[in-house]
């Protein structure tokens, strides 16, 4: 492999460590709309959007999703200071500018909610271009690293997107990128379809170190 024009960073589970919280706080949301959501596996609900969750693990009316989805928005920016990084995130973001590397970021999550966190820790310069759910109202698929890479002119061959789900690393691979998968949530296995994978961003910085040596 060799280092990677641009690399292309998701946000839940892959910057900031909230998966877990954002299914708990779900379900404090769904109770007053009468919904309530099986017990489910990391895996089956991260990478996804709330309507999706909704959609496929419950019975409820769908004209309250959308509701829902907005009333999970609101809470997860007012509660989204509270959370970690992932480890070792902004010395790969140094390591990444210091070669030269672009640094975009795909998500679906809407754009105040994470400018607003990535302000916070002082890491929102690093990225040069970003693609939200604000932008991109819909579950994540390929289009949304298309989108960049089009945008750049950059071949899918030397993108390298970071993932921490299965949906996630599918549709990057998809898009014809290089998927590397991390063990926030999930272990190898859930994530062996990724081209490689990392328990976090100081492996993957040391991944990379090695390829420009």
Do not use: W
């Amino acid at each position: 492999m060799k280092i990677p024009k641009c690399v292309i960073f998701d946000f839940n589970g892959v910057i900031v460590i909230n998966d877990r919280k954002r299914l708990q706080n779900l379900n404090r949301i769904v109770k007053k709309y009468g919904i309530k959501i099986p017990p489910i596996q990391p895996k089956d609900f991260i990478g996804k959007r709330v309507a999706e969750t909704l959609e496929q693990y419950t019975n409820g009316n769908p004209k309250y999703f959308h509701k829902i989805a907005e009333e999970m928005r609101v809470f997860e920016r007012g509660k989204i200071l509270e959370y970690p990084m992932v480890r070792g995130i902004k010395g790969l973001l140094k390591f990444l500018k210091k070669n030269n590397v672009r640094i975009y970021l795909s998500t679906t999550s809407v754009r105040p909610t994470v400018e607003k966190f990535l302000k916070h820790k002082g890491i929102l310069s690093y990225f040069d271009f970003m693609i939200t759910g604000s932008e991109f109202p819909m579950p994540k698929d390929e289009k949304f690293f298309c989108a960049i890479l089009d945008r750049f002119g950059i071949k899918p061959k030397d993108a390298v997107v970071i993932e921490d789900s299965i949906k996630g690393i599918e549709a990057a691979k998809k898009a014809g990128c290089v998927a590397f998968g991390l063990t926030t949530y999930l272990n190898k296995k859930d994530l062996k379809i990724s081209n490689e994978v990392f328990k976090d961003h100081a492996e993957i910085k040391k991944f990379l170190d090695r390829i420009i040596m």
